[in-house]
């Protein structure tokens, strides 16, 4: 149901969009300056129009819809792929949706390989005499196919079989058209429905209340739970039990037995009298025994003789694709790129939902792994927990502080009491040993990494704009600077990587550091670039006005460079979540990567598409923010 909502809501929100989109255009004033940057604000209904058709593509593909509109039909197609898994074989001998028939293509096979064989013979080293043998062996086993080929030599009790199993065939296509196909009684109806229940729907995301580990139900169910998908099951079962019976049956007249058991026989006492020196010989004897035994197992029958027989599994076939109805389209339109295909005792999805999980089960499955009790690898992906403010005073203030404040630490006296003192009350502040009250603190994998982002972030705005800015403005900051700057920059983030993790460890401090080198030498450019290409006019006006440098430096410099160095932490943002997760990969127990990296080893597509929608998301709302910025703080930007 909320698959079904969803769906009309996005499709009402794209068209909806559309038509406001539209409207604006028409609405928009005709003299507006092609290039003007004002003509390029706003939009965020192109942005829900983007999200909202990725987001239906994506529930399309991954056949989401078809579960949400259709939740049986995985069960139903499953029955009809057990269907087609029984009538393979039988339509496979015949040009049913082949080019030929079997008959005609295996015999073209082993003629082909008697000719092969008889040329290799004829050009090889093997002594005339043996030559002579050996194709006599060849020609009598190429004068196998026409006795198995000879509508004459075929037998009476071949031809009643064939027709027996014809008419099981037209009896089966008979009653599966009939509408109380398969007959059940009221027993045998419960005890099915109760059964289907029990195994479960297509792709319910569970949790192992044991281990607390997260896990898919059988991938689509097997147990029929429909009445059409019972007349599928049961079909199935009746025509895997005939091509059984067919392909026992063999097209071996008197003529063929005597002539393939002369052909073994002569060839046995054949290969045994030859010696050691002419194995070469007993090799090409041990072929054409190969090529007679294929012969032998392969359901080889004259050209008419199964005519009726593809007739009935024609009809039968037909009968199928008619009854299935509406079930043909919804297997067509709603499972595009693949269907559910039956092996064995098991259904699967064959197609895009094998790597494309559905929005809804990878949404069940955020729901769980934010749960602190199931999580991933015992943390939660996105949880509140309640923290003392004690622990994040603690947190954010050094603990050096109280060092440095003259005095000593408080001593205990002899009967044991301890009276602190102001330098002790300053360690238990830094150290977060006190209690005040409770606030929630976002907990877990993405918190960490977001975290991890904006601290790096944060670090190289703080050093970089100011050191872009003075490499702008003065000769020897941007000469002495410059050279360090450009050595590291073009070396990939990654490579550090090693080196970081190794000298500060696999905890926050490598992979903050890390980020910071990766945002410094791009604020540093971006904070450069824009105090270097303030324009003259505006400096020499503040100049003619008697700004001071430190007035020029504050309300002409800076702002002229403020665009360059938003546009630079945009830059950086993404930068950073790059090289985070990259880093987390290599080495880390928390954090997107970390997920990512482990969800990657056990195949573990949904925790795979939760990760990189995570991260675009967080991606676009670090964006959207900074955009929001630049258009309130910097409204001169692109005005000269």
Same mark, same amino acid.
């Given at each position: 149901?909320?698959?079904?909502?969803?769906?009309?809501?996005?499709?009402?929100?794209?068209?909806?969009?559309?038509?406001?989109?539209?409207?604006?255009?028409?609405?928009?004033?005709?003299?507006?300056?092609?290039?003007?940057?004002?003509?390029?604000?706003?939009?965020?209904?192109?942005?829900?129009?983007?999200?909202?058709?990725?987001?239906?593509?994506?529930?399309?593909?991954?056949?989401?819809?078809?579960?949400?509109?259709?939740?049986?039909?995985?069960?139903e197609l499953c029955q009809v792929a057990k269907i087609n898994?029984?009538?393979?074989?039988?339509?496979?001998?015949?040009?049913?949706?082949?080019?030929?028939?079997?008959?005609?293509?295996?015999?073209?096979?082993?003629?082909?390989?008697?000719?092969?064989?008889?040329?290799?013979?004829?050009?090889?080293?093997?002594?005339?005499?043996?030559?002579?043998?050996?194709?006599?062996?060849?020609?009598?086993?190429?004068?196998?196919?026409?006795?198995?080929?000879?509508?004459?030599?075929?037998?009476?009790?071949?031809?009643?079989?064939?027709?027996?199993?014809?008419?099981?065939?037209?009896?089966?296509?008979?009653?599966?058209?009939?509408?109380?196909?398969?007959?059940?009684?009221?027993?045998?109806?419960?005890?099915?429905?109760?059964?289907?229940?029990?195994?479960?729907?297509?792709?319910?995301?569970?949790?192992?209340?044991?281990?607390?580990?997260?896990?898919?139900?059988?991938?689509?169910?097997?147990?029929?739970?429909?009445?059409?998908?019972?007349?599928f099951h049961v079909a199935a079962e009746e025509i895997g039990?005939?091509?059984?019976?067919?392909?026992?049956?063999?097209?071996?007249?008197?003529?063929?037995?005597?002539?393939?058991?002369?052909?073994?026989?002569?060839?046995?006492?054949?290969?045994?009298?030859?010696?050691?020196?002419?194995?070469?010989?007993?090799?090409?004897?041990?072929?054409?025994?190969?090529?007679?035994?294929?012969?032998?197992?392969?359901?080889?029958?004259?050209?008419?003789?199964?005519?009726?027989?593809?007739?009935?599994?024609?009809?039968?076939?037909?009968?199928?694709?008619? +009854?299935? *109805?509406?079930?043909?389209? #919804?297997?067509?339109? &709603? /499972?595009?790129?693949?269907?559910?295909? $039956?092996? @064995?005792?098991?259904?699967?999805?064959?197609?895009?939902?094998?790597?494309?999980?559905?929005?809804?089960?990878?949404?069940?499955?955020?729901?769980?792994?934010?749960?602190?009790?199931?999580?991933?690898?015992?943390?939660?992906?996105?949880?509140?927990?309640?923290?003392?403010?004690?622990?994040?005073?603690?947190?954010?203030?050094?603990?050096?502080?109280?060092?440095?404040?003259?005095?000593?630490?408080?001593?205990?006296?002899?009967?044991?009491?301890?009276?602190?003192?102001?330098k002790g009350n300053v360690l238990k502040i830094v150290t977060?040993?006190?209690?005040?009250?409770?606030?929630?603190?976002?907990?877990?994998?993405?918190?960490?990494?977001?975290?991890?982002?904006?601290?790096?972030? +944060?670090? *190289?705005?703080?050093?970089? #704009?100011?050191?872009? &800015? /003075?490499?702008?403005?003065?000769?020897? $900051?941007? @000469?002495?600077?410059?050279?360090?700057?450009?050595?590291?920059?073009?070396?990939?983030?990654?490579?550090?990587?090693?080196?970081?993790?190794?000298?500060?460890?696999?905890?926050?401090?490598?992979?903050?550091?890390?980020?910071?080198?990766?945002?410094?030498?791009?604020?540093?450019?971006?904070?450069?670039?824009?105090?270097?290409?303030?324009?003259?006019?505006?400096?020499?006006?503040?100049?003619?006005?008697?700004?001071?440098?430190?007035?020029?430096?504050?309300?002409?410099?800076?702002?002229?460079?403020?665009?360059?160095?938003?546009?630079?932490?945009?830059?950086?943002?993404?930068?950073?979540?790059?090289?985070?997760?990259?880093?987390?990969?290599?080495?880390?127990?928390?954090?997107?990567?970390?997920?990512?990296?482990?969800?990657?080893?056990?195949?573990?597509?949904?925790?795979?598409?939760?990760?990189?929608?995570?991260?675009?998301?967080?991606?676009?709302?670090?964006?959207?923010?900074?955009?929001?910025?630049?258009?309130?703080?910097?409204?001169?930007?692109?005005?000269?």
């Amino acid at each position: 149901m909320i698959t079904q909502i969803l769906t009309i809501l996005i499709l009402i929100t794209i068209i909806g969009s559309i038509v406001y989109g539209r409207r604006l255009i028409q609405t928009e004033k005709i003299d507006a300056v092609f290039g003007n940057p004002e003509r390029s604000k706003g939009g965020t209904h192109w942005v829900v129009l983007g999200s909202c058709s990725l987001l239906l593509i994506w529930m399309y593909y991954s056949w989401d819809i078809a579960r949400g509109f259709y939740p049986k039909s995985a069960n139903e197609l499953c029955q009809v792929a057990k269907i087609n898994d029984s009538l393979l074989g039988l339509k496979y001998q015949f040009p049913i949706e082949q080019r030929e028939l079997k008959s005609t293509a295996q015999i073209k096979k082993e003629n082909e390989n008697i000719r092969s064989l008889l040329t290799e013979i004829q050009n090889s080293g093997v002594s005339a005499q043996q030559k002579e043998i050996l194709i006599g062996f060849l020609n009598k086993t190429s004068q196998l196919i026409p006795l198995l080929t000879n509508e004459d030599l075929i037998e009476n009790e071949t031809k009643e079989k064939i027709n027996e199993i014809t008419g099981k065939i037209n009896l089966l296509t008979e009653n599966f058209k009939k509408p109380e196909y398969p007959f059940e009684t009221e027993q045998q109806l419960q005890e099915r429905l109760d059964a289907a229940n029990k195994e479960g729907g297509w792709g319910i995301v569970k949790v192992d209340a044991g281990s607390g580990s997260i896990e898919n139900t059988l991938e689509v169910p097997l147990i029929p739970s429909t009445n059409l998908g019972l007349k599928f099951h049961v079909a199935a079962e009746e025509i895997g039990l005939i091509s059984e019976e067919f392909f026992k049956l063999r097209n071996h007249n008197s003529q063929f037995k005597d002539q393939i058991n002369e052909i073994k026989d002569q060839i046995k006492i054949y290969r045994g009298e030859l010696n050691e020196s002419e194995d070469v010989a007993s090799e090409y004897a041990k072929n054409i025994v190969k090529i007679a035994r294929r012969i032998e197992f392969a359901s080889i029958y004259p050209p008419n003789a199964l005519d009726n027989l593809q007739g009935a599994v024609v009809n039968f076939d037909n009968a199928k694709n008619e +009854i299935q *109805g509406g079930l043909r389209l #919804v297997d067509i339109f &709603l /499972f595009p790129a693949g269907t559910i295909v $039956a092996s @064995g005792q098991s259904c699967s999805e064959q197609g895009s939902g094998r790597w494309l999980p559905k929005p809804s089960d990878t949404f069940n499955k955020f729901i769980l792994m934010s749960n602190p009790s199931v999580g991933y690898k015992d943390v939660p992906l996105l949880w509140i927990q309640l923290i003392d403010v004690s622990q994040i005073i603690g947190f954010i203030l050094p603990d050096w502080l109280s060092d440095i404040i003259p005095g000593e630490y408080p001593i205990h006296t002899k009967e044991g009491i301890v009276e602190q003192n102001f330098k002790g009350n300053v360690l238990k502040i830094v150290t977060g040993d006190f209690s005040l009250f409770k606030v929630p603190v976002p907990y877990g994998h993405i918190w960490d990494s977001f975290l991890r982002v904006l601290l790096g972030l +944060i670090f *190289g705005i703080i050093i970089g #704009v100011p050191l872009g &800015l /003075f490499m702008g403005l003065n000769r020897f $900051a941007k @000469g002495f600077f410059d050279p360090l700057i450009e050595l590291y920059r073009p070396v990939p983030p990654l490579a550090w990587a090693p080196l970081i993790i190794s000298v500060l460890g696999i905890d926050n401090s490598g992979k903050i550091f890390l980020l910071f080198m990766v945002s410094l030498s791009i604020m540093i450019i971006s904070a450069r670039a824009g105090a270097s290409g303030t324009q003259l006019s505006k400096i020499h006006a503040a100049h003619s006005l008697g700004a001071s440098k430190k007035q020029i430096l504050r309300y002409v410099i800076f702002p002229n460079s403020l665009p360059e160095i938003l546009t630079g932490i945009r830059v950086a943002v993404g930068m950073c979540w790059g090289t985070l997760v990259a880093a987390e990969f290599l080495a880390g127990t928390t954090g997107i990567g970390f997920v990512e990296n482990v969800a990657k080893k056990y195949f573990q597509y949904e925790v795979i598409w939760i990760t990189i929608f995570i991260m675009g998301m967080l991606g676009l709302l670090f964006d959207v923010t900074l955009r929001k910025l630049i258009d309130k703080y910097i409204p001169w930007r692109g005005k000269g």
